[in-house]
């Protein structure tokens, strides 16, 4: 193995096998069935001198008589011998992808908000998909292969050595020439490996684009175009397989011929060793079979490269999640209950490779039991002030604080546990009612809180005429039920946390006018006693907000209530007038 890898993959395939360590268990008795099954294929290698000599040259037939039950039984040990090797290593395989899977889960969801715009989720599941497979075959399944044959290579050889060194020896010229062959395949497999993945991951990320959209794609007769931009990303992956389709099969054909030019070189050898009386009939059968017994094992060992070098290559491409690092959590201030005092400090925030701030020297005060509306035209860094108080995004510059607290001095879960969020997206899952507003932390709330929450969003309504009421499944990102059904389990869900500060981003713009109305009145229960920060596409939702910020470019242009901006006839009555000429 050290020869089929430069020092990186070796470093990579080290670590790798850490994965594998709770399964060591499995994975010796694996290597003792191996070992079972390898000593059967050399007995039987052995048997082949006395059956051939004892049966067919010397006649002796009391010999012959139990020689049958003599192979069955090595047969029935080694087949034992291999299902226990195949069952042990298949277990620890599968047990290493679930592992990667479940860690890098973990990891995805612990990366800081940036991770996320850099990595399309198509190619994270990508990650967790086929790359976890390709490592867990590269850490124990190709390790499985290579053990096995490796084993059946080295038995086959000790056999052939105890026959006749003098022949054996002469054919063992062939392995460094078999050497260099399988190093250079390893490397070829490796490098097309890296493209290949990355090709998997751009056809899915396409495909998740076109089908989610399929709508936008059929109005506007996109389809021709879709396809072609996919059959370009399908040619390109099929021409990085036929790469590795191709570095296969010659590599197994210049095996398989090496692996002939020594059967040809042992007959020659042989038949000279014959001549002089120091090789038997049977001594030559049994070289011949092990030979012939090597090739298959050899073109195995090939083969399996490129399993190794995929799975290597897919490792790396997991462990570049796994040692990105974490969100800041080095808060140690304990954090019971905010009051939801919220001040920025001369705030400015970057995103990363973008030579313009989204938000430059903002500053405010949003205090408890107040509405504060930000609004602007889109790009203007409306979201991104948002997420820079749960903290998904850290600021370039300036200070954050709640209740006088730099927000990096509070433990990440705390702050977050202060926090209620509502967006024009809503998360939902396929599961039931209760377990989406009962979600996370609020999972074991009380019933009684449940309902009242889901009375005060209006949403109890719907749930009534649901088949099993607040057990409905409600299908896949809420599926089953209409957009403003949607909303309203979200604000049931904000309703339950009862937190002291509440987000909504854009929570009723996507709402037609009575989902809309149902919608207002709950947030209208619902934003009493806490700090509300309103993202607002409708302008006539938030006339009734304590103080507006207006911001434009990433600035804060404009600050006050509703009523003194429009009298003020800055940007936001520019913003308010051309609303109100469209609904006209």
């Known amino acids: 193995m050290n020869a089929a890898f430069n020092g990186s993959a070796w470093k990579t395939y080290r670590r790798l096998l850490t994965f594998a360590k709770p399964y060591r268990g499995l994975l010796v008795l694996a290597a003792l069935a191996a070992l ?65 899977r479940v860690r890098v889960l973990g990891k995805y969801l612990r990366l800081p908000g940036s991770r996320f715009d850099a990595e399309p989720v198509p190619s994270m599941l990508v990650r967790l998909g086929s790359d976890s497979d390709q490592v867990a075959q590269a850490a124990v399944d190709a390790l499985k292969t290579m053990v096995q044959q490796s084993l059946q290579v080295i038995g086959a050889l000790c056999i052939m050595l105890y026959i006749s060194w003098q022949v054996t020896i002469s054919v063992l010229v062939l392995a460094p020439p078999l050497a260099f062959v399988m190093n250079k395949v390893a490397k070829r497999y490796r490098r097309v490996s890296h493209r290949i993945q990355e090709s998997g991951a751009q056809l899915l990320q396409a495909a998740d684009q076109t089908l989610s959209n399929q709508q936008e794609v059929k109005v506007y007769g996109a389809q021709p175009e879709e396809l072609r931009r996919y059959a370009t990303l399908a040619d390109n992956n099929l021409r990085l397989a036929m790469k590795v389709e191709a570095t296969r099969g010659l590599s197994s054909a210049l095996v398989q011929m090496m692996g002939a030019i020594g059967l040809a070189g042992l007959l020659l050898l042989a038949g000279h060793e014959a001549a002089a009386g120091r090789l038997t009939a049977g001594g030559f059968v049994s070289l011949m079979v092990s030979m012939i017994g090597i090739i298959p094992a050899l073109k195995s060992l090939t083969s399996v490269q490129n399993v190794l070098q995929r799975g290597v290559a897919s490792a790396e491409r997991l462990f570049s999640v796994l040692d990105a690092p974490d969100e800041m959590d080095t808060g140690l201030r304990p954090l019971a209950r905010a009051r ?162 509440l987000i909504l981003d854009e929570a009723t713009a996507a709402l037609d006018n009575e989902s809309e109305r149902l919608v207002q009145d709950a947030l209208t229960q619902l934003m009493p006693d806490r700090t509300t920060l309103v993202i607002a596409h409708r302008l006539s939702t938030i006339e009734h907000a304590d103080q507006v910020l207006v911001l434009d470019h990433g600035k804060l242009v404009e600050q006050g209530t509703h009523a003194e901006l429009l009298a003020r006839g800055g940007l936001y009555a520019q913003l308010h007038g051309a609303q109100f000429r469209e609904a006209q």
């Open 36 to 100: 079972v099954e390898a000593a059967g294929s050399s007995l039987f290698l052995w048997l082949m001198k006395p059956i051939t000599d004892e049966t067919f040259v010397s006649k002796n037939m009391e010999f012959a008589a139990w020689l049958p039950a003599a192979i069955i039984a090595v047969f029935l040990v080694r087949g034992i011998a291999g299902y226990l090797t195949d069952m042990s290593m298949g277990r620890a395989a599968r047990s290493v992808a679930r592992d990667l």
């Open 340 to 501: 939801g005092m919220i001040e920025f400090r001369d705030v400015s925030a970057r995103y990363p490779g973008q030579a313009k701030p989204a938000l430059e020297h903002i500053s405010f005060v949003a205090r408890p039991g107040t509405v504060t509306a930000i609004v602007g035209r889109s790009g203007s860094g409306k979201s991104t002030l948002i997420k820079l108080i749960p903290r998904f995004y850290e600021p370039e510059g300036g200070q954050i604080l709640v209740d006088g607290v730099p927000l990096q001095e509070y433990a990440l879960a705390d702050l977050r546990r202060q926090i209620a969020l509502v967006g024009q997206q809503v998360m939902l899952f396929d599961g039931s009612v209760t377990a989406n507003v009962a979600y996370g932390e609020m999972r074991s709330a009380d019933p009684q809180a449940l309902d009242k929450a889901l009375r005060d969003a209006h949403a109890m309504e719907f749930i009534e005429q649901l088949p099993e009421r607040k057990d409905t499944p409600i299908g896949v990102k809420g599926s089953r039920l209409s957009g403003g059904q949607r909303q309203r389990l979200a604000l049931a869900r904000a309703m339950l946390k009862d937190a002291p500060i």
